[in-house]
Nanobody, 111 residues
Framework: QVQVVESGGGLVQAGGSLRLSCAAT????????MGWYRQAPGKERELVAR???????IYADSVKGRFTISRDNAKKAVYLQMHSLKPEDTAVYYC?????WGQGTQVTVSS
């Protein structure tokens, strides 16, 4: 059985930084696409960033230049380094590894 677990969320002041981590456990031989999504209250879930096995990462326009996605294939893990956080970044952040979703981690940015 595959489990996807995120960590690293929390409360931070505007302008601060957080690093989210996500890792899969269970029998997975390889993961093609790894990504981060977020969902703010009353809004639909949206793509933040994703990275495939080949090619460069893709970012939402709203986070370009502030967030960086990276992956560790050996650990079956993906990370999201977030800088210059804004109150509008407040959301539950979800990890997606191919078709497996994590449970989400709350990120709250205070003004």
């Amino acid at each position: 059985q595959v489990q996807v677990v995120e960590s690293g969320g929390g409360l931070v002041q505007a302008g601060g930084s957080l690093r989210l981590s996500c890792a899969a456990t269970g029998t997975i031989f390889s993961i093609n696409v790894m990504g981060w999504y977020r969902q703010a209250p009353g809004k639909e879930r949206e793509l933040v960033a994703r990275i495939g096995s080949y090619g460069g990462p893709i970012y939402a326009d709203s986070v370009k230049g502030r967030f960086t996605i990276s992956r560790d294939n050996a650990k079956k893990a993906v990370y999201l380094q977030m800088h210059s956080l804004k109150p509008e970044d407040t959301a539950v952040y979800y990890c997606l590894l191919d078709s497996w979703w994590g449970q989400g981690t709350q990120v709250t940015v205070s003004s």
